[in-house]
């Protein structure tokens, strides 16, 4: 039987192995460069068909309650930015010009939308009527969502998730009690899902920036944004428990990128 100490360590090796590390986007004006690393038997291909059937389940249970907006102001509105938004996503991901992109906007009150893998988007009506958001504002929105998607961050937790479940398996194999098992689990997720869930926020983040500058829309929209999320959304939990930054941290880090992307939105204009 492995020891407590050895066990972490063939843990994180058996992890490792089945990955390969990738390049899902270049790393544009913000400098996003960091390696990701995916499991080779979960192809884009795959992820992207597997959330494109949840996709139009969840189009279809809105058409069915009457919530799938078609021809509204805000339905023109959020398909005129993201014609705008996803024409620039070659500059992070030639590829992304070909997927097969979609835009359909829910009428609920939920402070929500998404952007999920392959390009297909959703945005609830509550998020931009309760926070009165901008044209500028929804771009940031939208191309932080984009940019999850560019960069494979469902992919990528999806083949972290198998990670920790085959590191599991294999310690149950080994004997190991479950007291051990349990710390290992709580030493893969802390150490290894959560940071990265909140370095794969702080890439959406700055991907969404430049797509919005690139689109001609305002990068300063982001930093108001999150100042009305943060508003609505009341007390947060602690960053170090969250997977996504603190406020302060994310207007901190996009006030500082602003400069880089500025003249980006000043050409465009």
Known sequence: MLKPHSL??????????????????????????????????????????????????????ASQKGMLEKSSPITKRVNTIAQRLIAEVPAFRPDAAQWDWAVNVIDSPELNANCGPGGKIIFYTGLI??????????????????????????????????????????????GVGTGSLQLANMGVEYLMTLPNSRSNENEADLIGLELAAR??????????????????????????????PSSGSRTEALQENIPKVMPLYQQRR
């Open 215 to 244: 689109a001609g829309y305002n990068p300063n929209a982001a930093v108001s944004l999150w100042k009305k999320m943060a508003a609505a959304g009341g007390s947060a939990p602690p960053e170090f428990l969250s997977t996504h």
């Open 8 to 61: 972490m360590l063939f843990l994180a090796a058996s992890a490792l192995a089945g990955c390969q590390a990738v390049n899902t986007t270049s790393g544009g004006a913000v400098g996003v460069d960091r390696k990701q690393y995916m499991f080779s038997m979960l192809s884009t291909e795959q992820v992207n068909q597997m959330y494109a059937q949840s996709y139009q389940q969840t189009l279809s249970e």
């Open 129 to 174: 009527e309760r926070l009165n958001l901008t044209d500028d504002e929804i771009a940031a929105v939208m191309g932080h969502e984009i940019a999850h998607a560019l960069r494979e961050h469902g992919r990528e937790a999806m083949s972290k998730a198998y990670g920790v479940q085959m590191a599991t398996q294999i310690g149950s194999a080994f």
